[in-house]
């Protein structure tokens, strides 16, 4: 079952990225083909951080000669590449609808995106075919999050309920934006076909792909934006790829994948390198204890690749030890993209050499 994917891209092997090539049998999905380089704080040198970027690249290139089908998540560079006609030329993409539930500078990378993917694949232009804007009601996600609305956090309570309602106004003002928008319609030609996928199934290859409504990329309004989780059934196996859900901080989405019953879980980690700035105790401690949860209640669970936000800093899994541990009790194998291929995360290189 493991063959039936293989990492092509995470952050442990050294550049931002979250990457997979999935085998469906008929054919190949390769999901977020994006690269960015590490941050300033990471722990090695410049050079090294170019030459993993390049490699990752590189990998994702390569990958995409194999692949039929890709998948974009959301418009953050670790998850696309904007513009590389290798990795969409010939292809059905299935990407996140860039009209709705994303943030302004989602909305203007999805922009150049889909203006270099008509141009370059099919020699239009998008400000031809871009249609009007439409009066639509947009339900605010929280008001489904029952689990993390009815948990008490402490001392920490009144200051989320603050948060929260400043939350509640600035997905408010997206709304309006969203009205505003002129629409970015699927594309489709001779060698293209873009695809939005938001809350859709697509039968392919003898496999079922069902991604999620937009998800927080994060905590609840997180202002960076909306992702698609994609679970993948391929009859005798199942995969669930979460995107960027932060560890899930959301106690809500850790139900989700519980329920969905994965075999292997791609999962990213809480980003730790931002703890006391993005990231405070009150919500590592929930991204910790979601995981543990997903450990101990997904019955079908026999990998999770713990990576992305997590593996840029060393002390990872000291943060993070009892997801560790329980993976361990439950007999599931809980590793990184680079353990999994038998490498040793680039975070610790420079660290333990």
């Known amino acids: 079952m493991e063959d039936a994917f293989r990492p092509v891209w995470f952050d442990s092997m050294g550049a931002k990225s979250s990457s997979i090539l999935v085998d469906l049998g008929g ?5 977020d083909p994006g690269v960015a380089i590490m941050h300033l704080s990471f722990p090695a040198s410049v050079e090294d951080k170019v030459r993993w970027a390049e490699e990752g690249y590189e990998a994702i290139r390569s990958a995409a000669t194999e692949a039929s089908i890709v998948v974009i998540t959301h418009y953050h560079y670790d998850h696309y590449t904007d513009f590389d006609p290798m990795l969409y ?4 993409l299935l990407a996140k609808d860039p009209n709705k539930y994303i943030n302004g500078s989602q909305r203007r990378r999805a922009l150049s995106f889909y ?20 009066e639509e009601e947009y339900p605010d996600m929280l008001e489904d999050l029952g689990e993390a609305l009815s948990k008490s956090f402490g001392d920490y309570e009144e200051r989320r309920r603050e948060l929260l309602e400043k939350g509640r106004r600035w997905f408010e003002r997206r709304v309006e934006e969203w009205r505003r928008y002129r629409r970015i319609p699927e594309l489709r030609g001779e060698g293209f076909e873009a695809r939005f996928a938001d809350g859709r199934s697509f039968e392919l290859c003898g496999s079922r792909l069902r991604f999620t ?10 202002r ?12 005798k196996w199942r995969i669930h790829y979460s995107s960027d859900i ?16 994965p075999h292997i879980l791609i999962l990213d980690g809480p980003p730790t390198y931002m703890l006391g700035y993005m990231l405070n105790n009150t919500n590592l401690r929930r991204a910790v204890d979601n995981a543990v949860r997903i450990l101990r209640e ?11 936000h997590l593996l840029r800093e060393p002390r990872y899994m000291e943060r993070t030890m009892p997801v560790w541990r329980e993976a361990e009790k439950q007999g599931v194998r809980l590793t990184t993209a680079a353990g ?3 490498l040793k995360p680039a975070v610790l290189r420079s660290v333990q050499a």
């Open 27 to 31: 054919c190949r999905l390769l999901v």
């Open 89 to 92: 030329r010939d292809k059905l």
């Open 115 to 134: 203006a270099n993917y008509l141009s370059i694949l099919g020699g239009g232009r998008l400000e031809e075919v871009l249609e009007p804007p439409r």
């Open 213 to 222: 409504e937009p998800l927080f990329h994060g905590v609840e309004y997180s």
């Open 224 to 235: 960076v934006g909306w992702v698609l989780g994609l679970t993948i059934d391929r009859g």
């Open 246 to 261: 932060n560890g899930p901080i959301i106690e809500d989405y850790a139900s989700m994948i519980i329920d969905l019953n």
């Open 298 to 308: 997904a019955e079908r669970l026999e990998l999770v690749i713990y990576d992305h």
């Open 340 to 342: 999994h291929l038998g």
